[in-house]
């Protein structure tokens, strides 16, 4: 039988038996909870599409609303109360026009308020002394039709928004490789384990060779980690359009596609340095100890990426070139423009050959540890016990 | 054919297999015995790779054996072990494809099989819900769903009830007289007189004996002589050659030489009284053994 057919009948079995399981049902669920309370609960709190609420003159109010019409800015007009200070005090009014060269604009009255309601005024005025002057309607119509100027920001203002975005997308890719690699790595050592206390792991050895069983749990937990991350991430998104909470950033597609090759890169990379550390061990809750030393590079490697979005530095530099934290910073050294092209080269290159390097590393102890029993095997007793295999 | 040559294993101070060598033919039904430490089942996992010898071969039909043979053999390892939450016919289904079988014919032998063990009905059931007896059974079903051409099994007879003992020895037979090489060890050496033709005795990593278990019993220097007899003077026994074991006035059980002439004991016998019982019998297998052992 080929080799392929195995590793995908037994990263089959991993992926559906735990799709079904409880826990999967459950962590998912409960992370989407927390992920649509996020996302949906500050639409409770935000007001951005209620109406400025301003209080004019009575004469003033139709030829206002008028003039108000049709901008970005949603602006409601009502007539002048006795009341009307008291709200602008409390900020539930933003401004008051009580005649029509006078304006008094509340605390939370932005400059862009101020601005669109004095050019609204300075019309009713123009309009007012042209009545004076004895100006026709339709010249007047003329005179105040839509200037229609043309807006231009200068180029370096966009530029700084798309590379906000695109920081901001890296950023994001490098923490959600975080977050995959210390939960879905926990899953995958655990699913070692399981196999190796349930001593199912000889009845499976005495068919298959280990790399494959070994592969094909990558494989399988790998994938299911993958559809919880498309799950929750789809509810995300989601939600956050229905709820409009999260502009999603206009990543340049470069961007999305430097975080998906590092994210494989990574997640790989990990996976398998995760699969040999269960093997190394007996009992689920050794799993933890087991893989201390590797959620330790991962938090280091996680320290210098915020490190890198603040601005580069020399550690930042380096550890890009090292496979362990390359994955977290060269990401986020691509999006703030630090990395040279040649040194993106480089750093998927080395990363490249140590997932290889990796792969085999982890295979070969993975091999050796997998069927030893008792307490713990030693790193370098599993070595040398796979070297005789 | 099933070939195991010079195996030799150490654990640090401890040697498990110290040259060990036998084979198990096609169509031969043979137990594998051994004192406790013996090194029975690290030479049952050298043939699947578990273990790795430190010299020696491990070959079938003459050439090493690889992965790809080891999809033709069926293993029930000492320490048992399936996927405790996985459904029992799923899981059997599965180690049939991962042993090649496809999807359709692992389903089908899924289904005879689980009806000859007789757990059609408990198919859904996980196996963490198998009574132990029940979870031995879906535990031999594994090795035995892909009609393996070598059928190696460790201790398959533990703990299991008499009516258990019998219906596994007929599936054994079974395996065997349709052409498999079948192995297992066992310290139940009454079963395993009654149920194999051949034994591979092995004692301190090397094999101390091997062969039909008729011809081993025979070839001892020791018979039991067993008389009972009525109506004979008390003192009868002592006119019988060899030592008594067991002696009274109407029966006696002694150990004599192989050679003795038995008309001859017979006849003397017959002068005595009046004979009830006579029986002259080679040692059993498990005195073979223990003899075999003690050495």
Same mark, same amino acid.
């Given at each position: 039988m080929k080799s392929r057919t195995t590793v995908a009948l037994i990263a089959r079995r991993d992926f559906f038996e735990r799709l079904r399981s409880k826990a999967f049902v459950f962590s998912t669920a409960f992370t989407v909870v927390i992920v649509l309370s996020v996302v949906i609960i500050p639409t409770f709190f935000d007001d951005g599409d209620e109406p400025i609420r301003i209080a004019a003159e009575a004469e003033l109010v139709a030829p206002l609303r008028q003039a108000l019409d049709g901008l970005e800015l949603l602006i409601e007009v009502e007539g002048l109360e006795p009341d009307s200070t008291e709200l602008l005090d409390e900020g539930e009014?933003?401004?008051?026009?009580?005649?029509?060269r006078t304006l008094s604009l509340g605390d939370g009255a932005g400059a862009q308020l101020e601005s669109v309601l004095v050019t609204a005024l300075s019309q009713l005025v123009f309009a007012e002394r042209s009545a004076e002057l004895g100006i026709q309607g339709d010249v007047l119509a003329e005179l105040f039709a839509d200037p229609e100027i043309v807006v231009e920001y200068e180029s370096s203002q966009a530029d700084e928004d798309k590379d906000a975005a695109n920081r901001g997308f890296a950023f994001m890719g490098t923490v959600l490789l975080f977050i995959s690699i210390i939960t879905y790595g926990q899953w995958i050592a655990l699913g070692v384990i399981e196999e190796k206390t349930s001593r199912v792991v000889e009845v499976v050895l005495g068919t298959v060779p280990a790399r494959q069983l070994m592969a094909g749990k990558i494989l399988g937990i790998g994938a299911l980690a993958f559809a919880q991350l498309l799950i929750v991430g789809a509810t995300a998104l989601i939600a956050a359009s229905v709820g409009d909470t999260l502009t999603i950033p206009d990543a340049a597609g470069t961007a999305i596609v430097a975080v998906v090759v590092w994210f494989v890169l990574g997640f790989t990379f990990y996976a398998t340095a995760y699969a040999a550390t269960g093997a190394l061990v007996s009992r689920q809750e050794d799993a933890q100890n087991a893989a201390f030393p590797l959620t330790m590079v991962l938090v280091v490697s996680y320290a210098i990426a915020t490190s890198a979005l603040a601005g580069d530095n020399v550690v930042a530099r380096i550890a890009s070139f090292l496979p362990p934290f390359a994955p977290t910073i060269m990401p986020i050294r691509m999006a703030t423009g630090d990395a040279a092209l040649w040194e993106i080269a480089a750093s998927v290159t080395i990363m490249f050959a140590s997932v290889v390097g990796m792969t085999r590393l982890a295979a070969r102890i993975y091999t050796g540890g997998i069927l030893g029993v008792g307490q713990r095997t030693r790193m370098r007793d599993a070595w040398r016990m796979a070297r005789s295999q | 054919m099933l070939e195991l040559r010079d195996l030799n294993k150490t654990y640090g101070s401890v040697?498990? =297999? %110290?040259?060990c060598s036998f084979e198990i033919k096609r169509g031969s039904l043979v137990g594998f015995l051994g004192p406790n430490g013996a090194g029975k089942t690290t030479a049952m996992r050298s043939v699947f790779g578990l273990v790795t010898p430190d010299s020696g071969s491990v070959s079938w039909d003459g050439r090493p054996i690889t992965a790809s043979e080891r999809l033709r053999f069926g293993y029930m390892p000492e320490q048992r072990g399936l996927?405790?939450?996985?459904?029992i016919a799923q899981q059997l289904v599965y180690f049939g494809r991962l042993h090649g079988l496809g999807k359709a014919e692992a389903s089908r032998l899924t289904a005879e099989l689980l009806d000859e063990l007789g757990l059609a009905d408990r198919?859904? %059931?996980?196996?963490?819900?198998?009574s132990h007896g029940n979870q031995q059974r879906v535990q031999l079903a594994t090795a035995l769903l892909h009609n393996p051409e070598l059928l190696v099994l460790d201790?398959?007879?533990?703990? =299991?009830d008499p009516i258990g003992v019998a219906s596994l020895s007929g599936l054994l037979q079974a395996r065997a007289a349709s052409g498999a090489a079948v192995v297992f060890s066992s310290h139940q050496l009454d079963v395993v007189e009654g149920l194999c033709e051949e034994v591979v005795v092995i004692n301190r990593g090397a094999v101390a004996l091997e062969g039909n278990v008729r011809d081993l019993r025979s070839s001892s220097q020791k018979r039991y002589l067993e008389v009972g007899m009525r109506g004979a003077e008390s003192g009868?026994?002592?006119? =019988?050659?060899g030592s008594p074991l067991v002696a009274s006035d109407h029966h006696v059980r002694s150990v004599v030489d192989a050679d003795v002439d038995l008309p001859t004991v017979l006849a003397a016998v017959n002068e005595l009284g009046t004979i009830t019982d006579f029986s002259f019998e080679p040692p059993t297998l498990s005195e073979v053994f223990r003899e075999v052992v003690n050495r």
């Amino acid at each position: 039988m080929k080799s392929r057919t195995t590793v995908a009948l037994i990263a089959r079995r991993d992926f559906f038996e735990r799709l079904r399981s409880k826990a999967f049902v459950f962590s998912t669920a409960f992370t989407v909870v927390i992920v649509l309370s996020v996302v949906i609960i500050p639409t409770f709190f935000d007001d951005g599409d209620e109406p400025i609420r301003i209080a004019a003159e009575a004469e003033l109010v139709a030829p206002l609303r008028q003039a108000l019409d049709g901008l970005e800015l949603l602006i409601e007009v009502e007539g002048l109360e006795p009341d009307s200070t008291e709200l602008l005090d409390e900020g539930e009014l933003e401004a008051i026009v009580p005649s029509i060269r006078t304006l008094s604009l509340g605390d939370g009255a932005g400059a862009q308020l101020e601005s669109v309601l004095v050019t609204a005024l300075s019309q009713l005025v123009f309009a007012e002394r042209s009545a004076e002057l004895g100006i026709q309607g339709d010249v007047l119509a003329e005179l105040f039709a839509d200037p229609e100027i043309v807006v231009e920001y200068e180029s370096s203002q966009a530029d700084e928004d798309k590379d906000a975005a695109n920081r901001g997308f890296a950023f994001m890719g490098t923490v959600l490789l975080f977050i995959s690699i210390i939960t879905y790595g926990q899953w995958i050592a655990l699913g070692v384990i399981e196999e190796k206390t349930s001593r199912v792991v000889e009845v499976v050895l005495g068919t298959v060779p280990a790399r494959q069983l070994m592969a094909g749990k990558i494989l399988g937990i790998g994938a299911l980690a993958f559809a919880q991350l498309l799950i929750v991430g789809a509810t995300a998104l989601i939600a956050a359009s229905v709820g409009d909470t999260l502009t999603i950033p206009d990543a340049a597609g470069t961007a999305i596609v430097a975080v998906v090759v590092w994210f494989v890169l990574g997640f790989t990379f990990y996976a398998t340095a995760y699969a040999a550390t269960g093997a190394l061990v007996s009992r689920q809750e050794d799993a933890q100890n087991a893989a201390f030393p590797l959620t330790m590079v991962l938090v280091v490697s996680y320290a210098i990426a915020t490190s890198a979005l603040a601005g580069d530095n020399v550690v930042a530099r380096i550890a890009s070139f090292l496979p362990p934290f390359a994955p977290t910073i060269m990401p986020i050294r691509m999006a703030t423009g630090d990395a040279a092209l040649w040194e993106i080269a480089a750093s998927v290159t080395i990363m490249f050959a140590s997932v290889v390097g990796m792969t085999r590393l982890a295979a070969r102890i993975y091999t050796g540890g997998i069927l030893g029993v008792g307490q713990r095997t030693r790193m370098r007793d599993a070595w040398r016990m796979a070297r005789s295999q | 054919m099933l070939e195991l040559r010079d195996l030799n294993k150490t654990y640090g101070s401890v040697t498990a =297999l %110290d040259g060990c060598s036998f084979e198990i033919k096609r169509g031969s039904l043979v137990g594998f015995l051994g004192p406790n430490g013996a090194g029975k089942t690290t030479a049952m996992r050298s043939v699947f790779g578990l273990v790795t010898p430190d010299s020696g071969s491990v070959s079938w039909d003459g050439r090493p054996i690889t992965a790809s043979e080891r999809l033709r053999f069926g293993y029930m390892p000492e320490q048992r072990g399936l996927y405790p939450r996985m459904q029992i016919a799923q899981q059997l289904v599965y180690f049939g494809r991962l042993h090649g079988l496809g999807k359709a014919e692992a389903s089908r032998l899924t289904a005879e099989l689980l009806d000859e063990l007789g757990l059609a009905d408990r198919a859904k %059931d996980r196996l963490e819900e198998l009574s132990h007896g029940n979870q031995q059974r879906v535990q031999l079903a594994t090795a035995l769903l892909h009609n393996p051409e070598l059928l190696v099994l460790d201790e398959p007879f533990g703990g =299991l009830d008499p009516i258990g003992v019998a219906s596994l020895s007929g599936l054994l037979q079974a395996r065997a007289a349709s052409g498999a090489a079948v192995v297992f060890s066992s310290h139940q050496l009454d079963v395993v007189e009654g149920l194999c033709e051949e034994v591979v005795v092995i004692n301190r990593g090397a094999v101390a004996l091997e062969g039909n278990v008729r011809d081993l019993r025979s070839s001892s220097q020791k018979r039991y002589l067993e008389v009972g007899m009525r109506g004979a003077e008390s003192g009868w026994h002592t006119s =019988l050659p060899g030592s008594p074991l067991v002696a009274s006035d109407h029966h006696v059980r002694s150990v004599v030489d192989a050679d003795v002439d038995l008309p001859t004991v017979l006849a003397a016998v017959n002068e005595l009284g009046t004979i009830t019982d006579f029986s002259f019998e080679p040692p059993t297998l498990s005195e073979v053994f223990r003899e075999v052992v003690n050495r």
